[in-house]
């Protein structure tokens, strides 16, 4: 009875315009939200390839000129080590799929000897607040704003329809019950948006050159899959509930809309605003001051500062010649060591704020199921906030080797060698393992699915106590068909 249903509903559906018509624009939105993001990713993959490419090639062409392009044996070691390197964080095979954090927290780091001179894109991260609601309009943004309207368009009037157009109660006249419609109506409905966005997104992600053979690509995209599935299933159960309580589709219209700017505007902003307000992050006025509180002058306090270095290390002396003093590079370098260790200090409140961010929003998050979609949409992509912590992590862990590898050296005034040139610290970012990402987004699947249980359970049982009678305008008179 429940595949007679479907099939007398899909010759509804077809036979409805203003059906095809929702189906066109929203196949036209996940096309576009697909370019838009792959357009993004693919650029900011492009800047950060070749910013590697150039500075290993550069590497390579001194180790060259030391082996023999020159006739020279060393080159020397404060060029390189104060010079700015960097760090880049790979993006996912999935990263077209969310934008998500990735245009606010910036994928490249810089890497010196020095106080390091950020790039112009992570001052910016630095100083923004984490951003919960979605920036960029890529395929999340059509998941989790717009997917729900297009159920909601569909589903507002599942039973109310029926009943006002007199039919609900003819058709409850055929031995089946008003459950089986309302499941098998839901049913329909879903099997046609989900036939949609599934195919049409993957035909997206492939021709907007995701690299579908990456490691991991699979997975995370049966994650995605999953997690839109279960998404959907709560607006279709929010839908049934609201179906449920006899009121007219005028009302289930309004009450679902109300219920769309709740759980995907108005909980995020107000989530928003509480993390920001409860743990701020620190500005880059923290920054500068801290700079400028090291009040240092190269010529002034250059000798005592280094003389004081060498007194505390005496196995960096340089061999066959007492330290000079007096070297300006070398005294640049000690105050910079000294700026290094106090906006260490300011980085070190920031990653702890952001850590609280998180913590709270991970506490509170499952208020909104669209805010529950976008962490999950973004921890799938790779573009997800513990990612990029992750890897500023192994940015300074980096940072920290290239000194220990470089500062040595500097003051020893040794010159470097090809051997050093190949044991010099590279960067290689370390993915963490499969089973955390699958762990996390389990969690934000039960997090959506409870509540769709839970409502739709809520849902049927309201339809035991359903009146089919035929409600008019706002004046309390029914109708008996």
Known sequence: MLLRIIKHEWRDLTADRTVWLIAVVFATLIGYGVFNGASWVNTQRERAEKLIRQQEEKLAEERYRLIGGAGQSASDTYALGVSLQYATLPFTPAAVLSVGQSDLLSATAGVSVLSLQRTQADKTGFENPLSFLAGRFDLSFTIVYLFPLFILALSYNLLSG???QGTLQLLLSQPIGLKSIALGKAALRALVIFGLVA?????????????????????????????????GAFWFALALMVNATGASSATNAVALAACWLLFSLIVPSLLNVAVSSLYPIPSRAELITALRDVNLDMRRDGGRLLSEFYQDHPELIPEGRGPDVNDLGLAFVTIQQEHKRRTGEVEARFELQLAKQQQFVNRFRFLSPAVVMQEALNEIAGTGLPRYQRFRQQVAQHDRRWTEFFLPRIYKNAKLTAADYDAAPRFRFVEEPSIALARRAGVSLVGLLLPTLLIGALGLRALKKYSTAHFIGFSGLFLRS
């Not at 992600?205 to 053979?213: K, N």
């Open 199 to 231: 195919p049409l997104s993957l035909i997206g992600l492939i021709l907007s050159g995701a690299d579908w053979r990456g490691a991991g690509f699979l997975s995370r995209l049966l994650l995605w899959i999953m997690a839109v599935v279960a998404y």
């Open 162 to 164: 029926e009943r006002e």
